[in-house]
Nanobody
Framework: QVQLVESGGGLVQPGGSLRLSCAAS????????MSWYRQVPGKERTYVAT????????YYANFVKGRFTISRDNSKNMLYLQLNSLKRTDTAVYFC???????WGQGTQVTVSS
């Protein structure tokens, strides 16, 4: 069955960095575009970024403004999100997803605080 498992979240100071990972299994990862979303308690999930199946094309939400980088390693069935210059407003649970399906990971918490 399809599984998406995020990791790499944690507590980081403002201005710091984190790299989130998403381990994918149960489908042909190298043929699937993938996305990251985030969610603050009590609010809807917000789009963050998308990467094409080959990794050659990426898209970002406006608020990212060059601070985040989505990438993938198809040889390892892994999706990544590099978070730089983190702000307190980036605090959220981050989810990876296979767009166009109902498959989501369980999320990984990112907390930006001093």
């Amino acid at each position: 069955q399809v599984q998406l498992v995020e990791s790499g979240g944690g507590l980081v100071q403002p201005g710091g960095s984190l790299r989130l990972s998403c381990a994918a299994s149960g489908f042909t990862f190298s043929s699937a575009g993938m996305s990251w979303y985030r969610q603050v308690p009590g609010k809807e999930r917000t789009y963050v970024a998308t990467i094409s199946a080959s990794g050659s094309t990426t898209y970002y939400a406006n608020f990212v403004k060059g601070r985040f980088t989505i990438s993938r390693d198809n040889s390892k069935n892994m999706l990544y999100l590099q978070l730089n210059s983190l702000k307190r407003t980036d605090t959220a649970v981050y989810f990876c997803t296979w767009p166009g399906t109902d498959y989501w990971g369980q999320g990984t918490q990112v907390t930006v605080s001093s």
